[in-house]
């Protein structure tokens, strides 16, 4: 698993990439209320905004921590958006994206480096 400074998380399995918030992020916004996925079918550039988080203290844009193409988006937050505060990092997902240039993981942190970046903020 690999992190971005806007606290995206990425998994890469083969060449599809599953994204979502890290557990830090979910515990910052506090109850999430409401989650806009991504349709299948969009395409992202890195930093693109591709899907939106609500919760009870603020509303947030979520950024493509990769690019390629959206093949699936968590259906199970439009009725279940609590599901990114119990599981963030796994089942609180928010989409998977088949990749179009996995290198750009290299420049992403890994859990050590993410949470030594997490003492700084």
Do not use: C, Q
């Not at 060449?15 to 515990?27: E, L, N």
């Not at 349709?39 to 690019?67: Q, R």
């Not at 199970?76 to 290198?103: H, M, Q, R, Y």
């Amino acid at each position: 698993m690999k992190f971005t400074k806007d606290h995206e998380w990425v998994r890469l399995d083969g060449d599809v990439a599953t994204v979502g918030i890290s557990k830090h992020a979910a515990d910052a916004l506090g109850d999430v209320v409401f989650v806009e996925t991504p349709e299948a079918g969009k395409t992202v550039a890195v930093g693109d905004s591709f899907a939106v988080v609500e919760s009870v203290k603020a509303a947030s844009d979520v950024y493509a921590p990769i690019a390629g193409e959206v093949i699936e988006g968590n259906a199970v937050l439009a009725t279940a958006p609590e599901t990114v505060n119990a599981d963030a990092e796994g089942e609180g997902w928010f989409a998977k994206i088949k990749v179009s240039d996995a290198s750009v993981l290299d420049g992403l942190m890994d859990r050590a480096a993410y949470d030594a970046y997490l003492t700084t903020l």
